[in-house]
């Protein structure tokens, strides 16, 4: 009897070990590593996903530590960003001197060059730099670059290279940084290296390479795997089997980088990836076509893990349990697998789709460290529209842009500042003054003086502060981020609009819901004319549209900030000598950044002239510099930003034959 005992004993105590290994020891899938440093971080879903819905996601468990495959043991010392980087001479913000090229060059080399120059980064003087950048021309082939001048032990330098083999000096570059494609994990130190992507020779130099989720969405019959294959080939995969040798050895990296091919992956939910370095090319391959990388214990650290929240878009998988894995990915829930693919898309748009924005990241995490890790929120960087464009430097509270209301739980303020530009013959708009100060929600108006003629000595009383600024005679002063704006709605305004305060009062009713967006009351639409070979925008009455006229809309002032700031100084060069483009160089802005069309609200007579607000003037037919000027914009931008819509927002009751006495806003409707 007690021989059974311990005979039952000895296999509880076995099953319960086992089971222990199997779900402690063996962990089937984790999300990819988090960023570092990551202090309170907040989650920050995107904005376009159902909180509700994806709630149990929101706050997703540190994943479970495993022995992690390959030892981190940093190179070139003990080196932090506190001991090797000297932040005194970075005064004047973050300029960055790029060395000269010593030989021959590649055209990757021409667009990191190309990408730096005009930028607000870039400076002529190494002297005057903050950074001074190396562009390494290792090549597959082992050739190596000599040590550039002003090393000075590596010291505020920062070495790109952007193969897989640096050179052999590279492995010893003192106080040097390195931003490197996909480095080794025991070679990179944290918090002070950057790990980049690896880009093919035919990667876009700016706008960008646009995502393929649209087009492997998912339909009856879709492919759940997508395994990488020798040749730069993908193909489905039985998840019933071992779709690929799972070799964890990091031994394995070595050998010339392979050519990328064109080839895409297939329609798939996710994209298998061997952990070997020479891999690497295929994560960001499987992240623009919307396939979830599931990565095999990599040997390699991902692309800007300093910032880039991967658990929202990647999982790494361990190598060891093949049949577990597969059969785990395939009871993934299908409100997780949307998150995960949906992430991949703004994550490549934000950072990988152009070499431009592969380098601006680079910098901009380098100029995050200046602010210091804990003032610098992840949702920023891990949420739309990402932090090249919810810049830091304006805020480092995410409740100051437009664009994380919803993610917050907050709202808009509700007040707006009016900004009316008088411009050339210098009339001072009295009438207009009197509408917009009779506003609930108006907080002070601000007339900046762009005229000629002296500024009148005398003003209208009002029950809100009224501000003359004098203007330097330029269009684009009215989009000059001035320290007196005290709101962040903006109501931009013409001297020469006609509003009432009715119009006023529901427009900002509609922005305070889309903040992000442009609302405004005359519209314009863009086109591609065949004729022309070139786009072409016109003012026509019509349906669709996709630009509302600046000098009668609403939007956040931190695109006066954007404006100003982040613009190239050709395209504001270009909206001065051509004042009818500067509206058109607002909405390329704005589009760019939310990725969303304006909103057209009604008005109950013409705010202002067709001839005089629309650019190029009315009818279908712009003037000759109207072609020329939306196509240098959108040859600037590297893409047509500008999306249509036929969405227009009207009040209750506006045009229903009921009595006027029902109506909220009275005097819409009033000849």
Avoid at 617 to 644: K, T
Wanted: hydrophobic share 40%; net charge neutral.
């Amino acid at each position: 009897m007690q021989s059974l005992r311990r005979k039952s004993l000895w296999v509880a105590l076995s099953a319960s070990w086992l089971l222990l290994i199997l779900l402690g020891v063996f962990p089937l899938l984790r999300p990819a590593v988090p960023p570092r440093p990551q202090p309170g971080a907040s989650p920050g879903w995107p904005r376009w996903l159902d909180a509700e819905l994806l709630q149990s996601f929101s706050q997703p468990e540190e994943p479970t530590e495993d022995a992690p495959p390959c030892p981190r043991s940093p190179h070139g010392g003990h080196c932090t960003w506190g001991t090797c980087f000297d932040t005194s001479r970075c005064r004047d913000g973050l300029k960055v001197f790029v060395y000269p090229a010593a030989g021959p060059t590649s055209e990757m080399h021409h667009r990191v060059t190309a990408s730096l120059e005009g930028s607000r980064y870039g400076t002529s003087s190494p002297a005057e730099a903050c950074l001074l950048l190396f562009l390494s021309l290792d090549t597959p082939a082992g050739g190596c670059s000599p040590e550039p001048p002003h090393w000075n032990s590596g010291r505020n330098h920062l070495v790109l290279s952007l193969h897989l083999a640096p050179c052999p000096w590279a492995s010893q570059l003192g106080r040097a940084m390195v931003a490197e494609a996909s480095p080794k994990v025991d070679t990179f130190r944290p918090g002070f290296d950057v790990a980049l992507p690896l880009l093919p020779e035919a990667h876009p130099l700016r706008g960008r390479a646009p995502g393929q989720l649209w087009q492997h969405s998912p339909q009856p019959g879709l492919a759940l795997l997508a395994v990488a294959e020798k040749m730069g080939r993908w193909r489905p995969a039985d998840v019933h089997s071992p779709p690929v040798g799972w070799d964890r050895h990091c031994e394995q990296d070595s050998g010339a980088e392979p050519t990328l091919p064109g080839e895409r992956p297939p329609n798939a939910t996710f994209c298998l990836i061997p952990g070997h370095r020479t891999e690497a090319w295929r994560f960001l391959q499987a992240l623009q076509a919307g396939c979830i990388p599931v990565l095999l214990s990599p040997c390699w650290e991902l692309p800007f893990s300093e910032v880039i929240d991967w658990t929202k878009a990647a999982i790494i998988v361990d190598d060891r349990l093949p049949l577990q894995v597969l059969a785990a990915l395939q009871e993934m829930s299908p409100a997780r697998v949307l998150t995960l693919r949906q992430q991949t898309q703004f994550l490549w748009d934000a950072y990988f789709s152009s070499v431009e924005k592969v380098i601006w990241t680079t910098l901009e995490i380098i100029q995050d460290r200046f602010f210091g890790a804990p003032t610098h929120p992840s949702l920023l960087w891990n949420s739309p529209p990402g932090a090249l464009l919810a810049r830091p430097t304006f805020s480092l509270s995410p409740q100051e842009f437009p664009f994380y209301h919803l993610q917050l739980g907050s709202r808009p303020e509700g007040r707006f500042s009016t900004l009316i530009w008088v411009g050339p013959p210098g009339q001072a708009p009295l009438k207009l003054i009197q509408a917009v100060a009779g506003s609930q929600h108006c907080a002070q108006i601000l007339v900046l003086w762009s005229s000629d003629r002296p500024v009148p000595s005398r003003w209208p009383e009002t029950a809100v502060p009224l501000t003359v600024i004098e203007g330097r005679r330029k269009v684009s002063d009215r989009f000059f981020p001035y320290s007196a704006i005290g709101t962040d709605a903006i109501l931009s305004l013409d001297a020469h609009t006609n509003l009432s305060t009715s119009e006023v009062d529901f427009a900002f009713s509609v922005w305070q819901s889309f903040p992000e967006r442009m609302v405004g009351f005359l519209t314009c639409s863009h086109f591609w004319d065949e004729a022309r070979g070139g786009w072409g925008y016109t003012a026509e009455m019509a349906n669709e549209f996709s630009m509302v006229l600046s000098t009668a809309a609403f939007y956040h002032r931190y695109y006066h900030t954007l404006f100003t700031h982040s613009l190239p100084k050709a395209l504001r060069t270009l909206a001065d000598e051509a004042p009818t483009c500067v509206d058109v160089l607002m909405n390329f802005l704005v589009a760019a950044v939310t990725k969303l069309p304006p909103i057209k609200v009604p008005y109950g007579k013409q705010p202002l002239g067709a001839a005089a607000l629309a650019p190029g003037g009315p009818g279908p037919e712009p003037q000759p510099s109207a072609p020329n000027c939306i196509n240098q914009m959108a040859a600037e931008f590297g893409h047509m930003p500008l999306v249509s819509s036929r969405v227009r927002l009207d009040p209750v009751l506006f045009k229903d034959p009921v009595s006027v006495q029902r109506k909220k806003y009275r005097s819409l409707e009033k000849p």
